[in-house]
């Protein structure tokens, strides 16, 4: 199979996180930049990355990379490139993305641009002069960057970030591929003991469940480019085997709580339909009765960040109490995601290690202090 180059967006921060995990998948071929990676791979590449990545919002085909000052550039460019290889006859070609600090900044100009020189791309290839677009999606997006344009096709379709188990989620819910890449930056393995005291609906204490076991995120729902006829069924039936294959029975000691007794509800039937509910123990409890289970275990949380009117002073309260509650897991390592820049002060104790992570559009900083080894 020819090789392809793809791109692994993600959320700023947790690019190297992306890129380990491709590399552990087999691509070796990886290329670390800002809120994304790319590596080479085939056609089987596209349906085990869709699969397996945890931490990455989608897997796009890079269709090509130049640089355009002018529109009749960025058209006779597009025009070049091999959309024919990719999409058929009656496939169905929208355009989105975005310019920054580009001379072609009119986004809605930019689209139209592209969709014209796509189209006489396809009239040359399938000798018509109109396109239908009534079969399968084939999601172009741009990105243009001090006026270097790169062209991709989406094949993942809903944001990689959508498991498939959370349909209901508390008001301000973490995404599950950072859910993954706070756990995947900590020290816990599946043979320590994790906490979340502020588990909401349950994503980090699922998440961790997904990697405890090894389940593939992706197991349970579908893909856009699984309708696609350049991509073979058997190659998607292969790499669903192979995650089905690889699923460990590893006893699990994880637990989630929080105060609110709907949440935890809500992360119990979340985990359900995860398939991890046998992983994981959920109770309605507050901070100040957790209490530790295991040596040598893990808290990883994302607390409440007090971003409204009037919950700020309420917020810091909880930060404090949580650094004395804290410090009756001694033995544990801790990993708390807040965008508070006096946490550190209001908990305590300096961390060991900081991130910048974001959350959503909210830079967050991720405090890691570590516990003893085992």
């Not at 006829?229 to 006893?251: C, G, T």
Request: overall charge positive.
């Amino acid at each position: 199979m020819a090789q392809i180059k793809l791109i692994a967006p993600t959320l700023l921060g947790i690019e190297a996180v992306t890129a380990k995990e491709l590399k552990r998948l087999g691509y070796n071929n990886v290329k670390v930049e800002n809120g994304r990676v790319s590596f080479m791979g085939d056609e089987r590449a596209i349906c085990r990355s869709n699969l397996w990545i945890r931490t990455a919002e989608r897997i796009l085909i890079n269709v090509g990379e130049f640089s355009a000052t002018t529109y009749d550039e960025l058209f006779e460019k597009t025009k070049a490139l091999p959309w024919d290889e990719w999409i058929p006859e009656n496939g169905a070609f929208p355009v989105k993305g975005y310019s920054l600090k580009s001379k072609l900044y009119s986004v809605p100009d930019c689209q139209a641009i592209i969709k014209k020189a796509v189209v006489e791309k396809l009239k040359g290839k399938y000798k018509r002069t109109w396109f239908n677009e009534d079969g399968s999606l084939y999601q172009l997006q741009f990105s243009m960057m001090k006026d270097k344009v790169t062209l991709m096709i989406d094949t993942s379709g809903q944001g990689l970030h959508k498991r498939g188990y959370r349909e209901k989620s508390n008001i301000a819910p973490l995404r599950e591929t950072l859910a993954a890449a706070m756990i995947m930056l900590s020290k816990w393995r599946s043979d320590r003991s994790l906490l979340d005291p502020f588990c909401g609906s349950g994503t980090i204490p699922i998440e961790a469940a997904l990697i405890g076991a090894n389940i593939a995120p992706g197991m349970d729902r579908e893909f856009v480019s699984e309708s696609w006829p350049n991509i073979p069924k058997k190659l998607w039936w292969d790499a669903r085997n192979e995650a089905h294959s690889v699923i460990n029975n590893n006893k699990l000691e994880i637990a989630g709580s929080d105060i609110d007794k709907h949440t935890v509800k809500l992360s119990r039937e979340n985990a359900y339909k995860a398939n991890v509910d046998e992983y994981i123990v959920f109770k309605n409890m507050a901070l100040k009765n957790i209490n530790p289970f295991g040596n040598y275990g893990c808290i990883i949380c994302n607390p409440p960040y007090g971003e409204r009117m009037g919950e700020v002073r309420e917020v810091e309260q909880l930060y404090k109490q949580m650094g004395e509650v804290f410090k009756r897991f001694d033995t544990w390592s801790k990993y708390i995601l807040t965008p508070h820049k006096d946490f550190q002060k209001l908990f305590g104790k300096i961390s060991d290690k900081n991130r910048k992570l974001y959350n959503g559009m909210i830079k967050c900083y991720y405090y890691q202090y570590f516990g003893p080894q085992p």
